[in-house]
T-cell receptor, first 112, second 110 residues
């Protein structure tokens, strides 16, 4: 079945540590997105990529980095510069007609 | 004014009730509108797209009012399983990514 897979489901970060969240899709979608969701809030865009080897900052990119070396993969690194990383992170992809988003099941990141 | 605004709720309704949510958007040139449903700590799932003429899917009806710049979601005969957060999603021209509202929480009670 085609879909989008995020891992891990839960992740803990120590202070000063960089952590990487995985996002893989087999939907052959060009566009991929990373969102952050805080309790009781909507989704805020961190980074997005419209094509391999290209990505753009979203509304809250500070303290995060991404890469898009393969069409299927769009990993997100939460760096030590992100001082408040505890949140629910969602990865999504979108087909060529810019219609609905397909979401992964999310990663809950917490700080130890 | 927020680009996409929703009443956070919660809306507490009894089973069988009819409930409606509105979502206002600020950019009159927006063309694509969606309602997503999100359960606690789960990914959002598309409930329905919103078309200009309005559309219905079973107990759910979505409508678009361009003049007043809002979309609505009507749920008839509420079920316990309808309890969730409903996210309004709008395209903002000039932005590649869709923009999400902060969601309206619905709690259907027995």
């Amino acid at each position: 079945d085609g879909g989008i897979t995020q891992s891990p489901k839960y992740l803990f970060r120590k202070e000063g540590q960089n952590v990487t969240l995985s996002c893989e899709q087999n939907l052959n979608h060009d566009a991929m997105y990373w969102y952050r969701q805080d309790p009781g809030q909507g989704l805020r865009l961190i980074y997005y990529s419209q094509i391999v080897n290209d990505f753009q900052k979203g509304d809250i990119a500070e303290g995060y980095s991404v890469s898009r070396e393969k069409k299927e993969s769009f990993p997100l690194t939460v760096t030590s510069a992100q001082k408040n990383p505890t949140a629910f992170y969602l990865c999504a992809s979108q087909g060529p007609k810019n219609e609905k988003l397909f979401f992964g099941s999310g990663t809950q990141l917490s700080v130890l | 004014r927020k680009e996409v605004e929703q009443d956070p709720g919660p809306f507490n309704v009894p089973e069988g009730a009819t409930v409606a949510f509105n979502c206002t958007y600020s950019n009159s040139a927006s063309q694509s509108f969606f309602w997503y449903r999100q359960d606690c700590r789960k990914e959002p799932k598309l409930l329905m797209s919103v078309y200009s003429s309005g559309n219905e899917d079973g107990r759910f009806t979505a409508q678009l009012n361009r003049a007043s710049q809002y979309i609505s979601l009507l749920i008839r005969d509420s079920k316990l399983s309808d309890s969730a957060t409903y996210l309004c999603v709008v395209n903002i021209p000039g932005r590649r990514a869709l923009t999400f509202g902060s969601g309206t929480r619905l709690q259907v009670q027995p």
